[in-house]
Nanobody
Framework: QVQLVGSGGGLVQAGASLRLSCAAT????????MGWYRQAPGKERELVAE???????SSAESVKGRFAISRDNARNTVSLQMNSLKVEDTAVYYC???????????????WGQGTQVTVSS
């Protein structure tokens, strides 16, 4: 299994920056991608950004040019630098890791505890 512990988040004004960090422990050799999702009140959880093992990144259109994801494979950490935050970025942000099905861990999607990001106008 994989355990994820995230940190960062908080309350900021529009235009400010925040940095989220997440560390993975457990069967980290099975991780194929790490990233961040978010869920705003009344909305479905959505991908913010993720980095696959080969370095390929994926991100939501709404955050391109403002958010930057980075991953340290040696330390099993992933960070999300969020700049020029907007009110609509307000959500609970969840660290996520995807593992190889061949590892037979009982699941392939692992989630951190979630951290609140609130952006005020």
């Amino acid at each position: 299994q994989v355990q994820l512990v995230g940190s960062g988040g908080g309350l900021v004004q529009a235009g400010a920056s925040l940095r989220l960090s997440c560390a993975a422990t457990g069967d980290t050799a099975c991780i194929s991608a790490m990233g961040w999702y978010r869920q705003a009140p009344g909305k479905e959880r959505e991908l913010v950004a993720e980095v696959a093992n080969g370095g390929r990144t994926s991100s939501a259109e709404s955050v391109k040019g403002r958010f930057a994801i980075s991953r340290d494979n040696a330390r099993n950490t992933v960070s999300l630098q969020m700049n020029s935050l907007k009110v609509e970025d307000t959500a609970v942000y969840y660290c996520h890791a995807r593992t190889e099905r061949a590892c037979h861990l009982g699941g392939i999607d692992w989630w951190g505890q979630g951290t609140q990001v609130t952006v005020s106008s």
